[in-house]
């Protein structure tokens, strides 16, 4: 009797099939963020919730005792949760792959830092106070920005946008970043600055409105289509130059690409809701687990697990502390630990696009 070699499993006939389970989490976020407005400091009865939402999605405009609750305060955070979830979710996978690094996360480039620049000059020093409501998102958004063109600059002016030149500018600028932000905080003289920007960056959809809804979906939707549409790129770009370069990938077209796209995304995201840490590492790493590392599987998983997951947290930090509310950032920094942590522990875990 001859031996034969032991063959290893075939880890990928246990991948789940990418296009059914994005189909499955979608259903499961929209049940949620309807099922989700009925939390709160005053419980709405679901049956109340999902009337007022059908009512108004098909035109019949009768009220109930809550539908200013429902529809003007509760369902936009719960919209923006959702999409905000699967923003942080998309800018992760795209952080990591663009750096080609499991460990980048969204703010690895100092984009969140540049906007609580923004935000702590609007609520230290009032700037931009002529924008009213939109004040602390457009002075975020602005700061997110600035960040943005000046780790780019600094890149280009230390030799390219190479992968470690990238991490250590971001890096570098982050940390000059905050320390810009608490010098304000600092000399502002306000007893209640600090604690206001605190929880800003610690992230909350609590002043969602469906402006912000739509400025945040419209970006979202629209890098998503475009990263989908580019998805054999992407994959080639992550198994490195040499190889995305025999295959006709205009390297360093994609990852500029890739940085600006990323920025502004990132800047928006950040502009409607504050810093929110952990989703953008740990859901890509949870999609590419169950479904495999190319891109055309995992983005669409990614973005729906990313919204599915925020849309809950929301539910909790708000009835955690009731009636004070948790900021979420500290919500997802206690759940994303330990779940990173038993991902890493998963022997058949792979971040490359092959298996």
Same mark, same amino acid.
């Given at each position: 009797?001859?031996?034969? $070699? ?8 246990? =991948? /789940?099939?990418?296009?059914? #389970?994005?189909v ?9 963020? %309807? ?20 009512? =108004? #999605? ?12 429902? @529809?003007? /305060? ?11 979830? *699967? ?10 792959? &663009?750096?080609?690094n499991?460990?980048a ?5 100092g ?6 620049? !923004? ?16 004040? #602390?998102?457009?002075? $975020? ?12 600059? %600094?890149?280009?002016?230390? !030799? ?5 030149? /990238?991490?250590?500018?971001?890096v ?26 605190? +929880? @800003?960056? #610690? ?7 469906? $402006?912000?809804?739509?400025?945040? !979906? ?19 770009? *992550? *198994? ?12 360093a077209?994609?990852r ?7 920025? %502004?995304?990132?800047?928006v &995201?950040?502009?409607?809701? !504050?810093?929110?840490? +952990? ?9 590419r ?19 599915? +997951? /925020? ?36 022997? =058949? ?7």
């Amino acid at each position: 009797m001859t031996a034969r $070699a032991a063959t290893p499993p075939d880890l990928s006939a246990r =991948r /789940l099939s990418p296009a059914p #389970l994005a189909v499955a989490l979608a259903a499961l976020t929209a049940v949620s963020i %309807v099922t989700s407005v009925a939390f709160g400091s005053e419980h709405i009865p679901v049956a109340d919730v999902w009337d007022t939402v059908l009512g =108004r #999605l098909t035109g019949d405009t009768t009220d109930t005792a809550y539908s200013v609750i429902i @529809w003007d /305060l509760r369902l936009p955070r719960s919209v923006l949760a959702a999409i905000v979830g *699967a923003g942080l979710a998309l800018a992760g996978a795209l952080m990591q792959a &663009l750096v080609r690094n499991p460990l980048a996360e969204p703010y690895l480039l100092g984009v969140s830092a540049g906007a609580a620049v !923004g935000a702590t000059s609007v609520m230290t020093m009032g700037t931009l106070s002529a924008l009213g409501l939109w004040a #602390l998102s457009g002075g $975020a958004l602005l700061g997110a920005l600035a960040a943005t063109v000046t780790v780019y600059l %600094v890149a280009r002016v230390q !030799g390219g946008l190479t992968a470690i030149r /990238l991490i250590l500018s971001g890096v570098v600028l982050s940390s000059a970043f905050m320390a810009l932000s608490s010098l304000m905080v600092f000399t502002a003289g306000d007893p209640q600055a600090a604690e206001s920007v605190m +929880f @800003w960056m #610690l992230g909350s959809v609590a002043g969602a409105t469906w $402006a912000k809804v739509q400025l945040a !979906g419209v970006v979202v939707l629209a890098t998503l289509l475009g990263m989908v549409v580019i998805h054999a790129w992407l994959d080639a770009y *992550a *198994a490195g130059n040499d190889t995305a370069s025999s295959l006709g990938v205009p390297v360093a077209a994609l990852r500029t690409a890739l940085f600006a796209v990323q920025g %502004v995304l990132v800047g928006v &995201l950040v502009a409607v809701a !504050g810093g929110i840490g +952990f989703v953008g590492l740990i859901i890509p790493h949870a999609a590419r687990l169950v479904v495999g590392a190319t891109h055309r599987a995992m983005l669409p998983v990614a973005v729906c697990g990313g919204a599915l +997951f /925020l849309v809950w947290v929301d539910v909790f930090s708000r009835v955690a502390a009731a009636p004070r509310e948790m900021p979420l950032g500290i919500v997802t920094g206690l759940i994303g630990a330990p779940i990173f942590l038993f991902l890493m522990g998963r022997r =058949r875990y792979t971040f490359g696009p092959t298996e």
